[in-house]
């Protein structure tokens, strides 16, 4: 799990200066490095007993501007990150370094050269997907992109944008659904819960040689010590999970809210604000949790349906 840092945390505001900070290797995800930079600035002004009107008239922004720097929601230039450790009275040089490399990490865009091929909402949802703690996925029509194989993910794609998306564009959103997997190879992966509903797994997606890759590939990735995934069987009959897929995020900073994505073919949503939603949708899930079958059971359904696929066409 990464945390923020490994000092010790002063309980007085008259010196902010900060003790030694994580190596950072070049590879942390920029999403990690905004989350760090965001909880340590807020911090520093806490620190100092100043809201963030206050900070934000001494330095001459908008309170707005501070909001959406404390947020998360906007990168931070070098010269707001000095104007903001001056205002905080930070002038330990080393403290200074790390928090300009976190801002300039903090800066790059994993994501954001896929911006011709996807929507805002779900770019701002990527950039926290890959930092997360814990993920509850439930999905009722499809595998979740997540386990998905690269021919179902192509038939996925394909399927659902019909003749409105080019090759190029079902190529490139192959690909970020492809990128997305290599959260599973982090040091720390998140713990993963899935709940699909049966129906998903028995919807064709490409010919059935490309199902029965998708099932023996989700039967393995279950087996994973991080990764739960449970099915709720079609005969449960009617639960809230059919109102559609949504995600929530966890993040290992306590100070950091959960984050609620919801997505259909025609919208999405990505939301840390709404707190009535955010716990509906826990609510939701846990419900989910008491009628979908267990893990053991789960996957010997997949394994019945893969073998029921074999009959039907053996590879």
């Keep these: ?36 930079l965001r909880s340590e600035l807020r911090r520093l002004r806490t620190l100092r007993q100043l809201t963030q009107k206050e900070v934000a008239e001494r330095v001459g922004w908008s309170p707005s501007k501070l909001i959406r720097i404390e947020t998360g929601q906007v990168g931070l230039s070098p010269s707001d990150l000095k104007a903001l450790l001056n205002e ?8 200074i370094s790390s928090l300009a490399a976190m801002a300039k990490e903090g800066r790059r865009q994993q994501w954001g050269r896929y911006r011709d091929v996807l929507n805002p909402d779900f770019l701002t949802y990527l950039r926290s997907e890959s930092s997360a703690k814990t993920i509850r996925q439930a999905e ?3 595998i979740p ?6 021919e179902y993910a192509r038939a996925v794609i394909q399927g659902v944008g019909g003749t409105d998306l080019s090759t190029h564009a079902v190529d490139r959103q192959v690909e970020v659904r ?13 713990e993963m819960f899935f709940i699909i509903d049966e129906s998903a797994l028995r919807r064709p997606a490409g010919d059935a040689d490309a199902m029965r890759h998708q099932l023996r ?6 087996t994973l010590d991080h990764v739960h995934v449970r099915v709720v069987l079609l005969d449960s009959g009617i639960h809230p999970g059919l109102r559609g897929s949504f995600v929530l995020l966890e993040f290992p900073e306590p100070e950091d809210d959960d984050i609620l994505f919801l997505e259909s073919s025609q919208t999405s949503l990505v939301t840390k604000d709404d707190t009535e939603a955010i716990d509906r949708y826990h609510k939701d899930f846990a419900h989910l949790e008491t009628i979908a079958a267990s893990e053991d059971e789960t996957a010997r359904l997949i394994a019945a349906i893969d073998a029921d696929l074999e009959r039907q066409s053996p590879l």
């Design 178 to 190: 492809m990128k997305r997997q290599e959260i599973f190879d982090r040091p720390n992966p998140p």
């Design 145 to 150: 992109g997540l386990l998905q194989t690269e």
């Design 1 to 36: 799990m990464l945390t923020l840092c490994s000092y010790p945390r002063p309980s007085t505001a008259p010196n902010p200066t900060l003790g030694r900070f994580p190596t950072m290797a070049a590879d942390v995800d920029p999403a990690v490095q905004r989350r760090r």
């Design 88 to 95: 905080y009275n930070v002038s330990d040089s080393e403290t």
């Design 217 to 222: 590939h989700l039967g393995k990735i279950a």
């Design 140 to 142: 009722p029509q499809v």
